[in-house]
């Protein structure tokens, strides 16, 4: 399985920006995407994940601002975020795990991630 992260750019607080994250090779039915993040100097924290069943999870930090949502037909996963803020400012990521259990907030729960792409939010 591979996962490709994409939608990243350069905007001012306040927007909205969408990323994807596409997964290529077998899946199953039953999987769950996390979306992380890691600002300079930080260590990656959790944004978000949903359940291939539809449950979704999120940060206290985005909650109300971020949403995720999947389009199951291209095996993608997006991350809608608006009114963001310069703290948003971070490398995003995506991951999977196939067990699909329970939309986990730690990254040892993910065993595959896809490359990160940056979000910066100037003031």
């Known amino acids: 399985v591979q996962l490709q992260a994409s939608g990243g750019g350069l905007v001012q607080a306040g927007a909205s920006l969408r990323l994807s994250c596409t997964a290529s090779?077998?899946?199953?039915?039953?999987?769950?995407v996390g979306w992380f993040r890691q600002a300079p100097g930080k260590e990656r924290e959790f944004v978000g994940a949903i359940r291939s069943f539809g449950e979704t999870k999120y940060a206290d930090s985005v909650k109300g601002r971020f949403t995720i949502f999947r389009e199951s037909a291209k095996n993608t996963v997006y991350l809608q975020m608006n009114s963001l803020i310069p703290e948003d400012t971070a490398v995003y990521s995506c991951a999977l795990d196939l067990s699909g259990r329970i939309a986990s907030i730690h990254q040892y729960s993910y065993e595959y991630w896809g490359q990160g792409t940056q979000v910066t939010v100037s003031s």
């Open positions: 090779g077998r899946t199953g039915s039953s999987y769950v």
